[in-house]
């Protein structure tokens, strides 16, 4: 079986893929239960903690979508 150049750039892709995709679904989980912090005892290092997981997660969407800082220049 003939194998191209690529072949291994393609498998390191997909693997890389599948893990980023159940790192999203792990990440979704627990965004969704809201088990990052108990309301109980919820404070302001909560917030900024939450405000730098949105920041990063913008960053991935950003560079996904191909916007903010990865958007294609005008010409």
């Known amino acids: 079986m003939a194998t191209g150049p690529n072949d291994a750039a ?3 892709y997909l693997q890389n893929l599948t893990s980023a ?3 999203a679904l792990d990440i979704l989980g627990v965004l969704d239960n ?13 917030v900024g903690d939450m405000v730098e997981i949105r920041r990063g997660l913008q ?3 950003d ?6 800082e990865y958007a ?4």
């Open 72 to 75: 294609p220049h005008a010409k």
């Open 34 to 46: 809201h088990e990052t912090a108990d309301p109980e005892t919820l404070d302001w290092g909560h």
């Open 59 to 61: 960053h991935i969407h």
């Open 21 to 23: 995709q159940t790192l």
């Open 10 to 12: 393609i498998g390191a």
């Open 63 to 68: 560079r996904l979508y191909r916007q903010g």
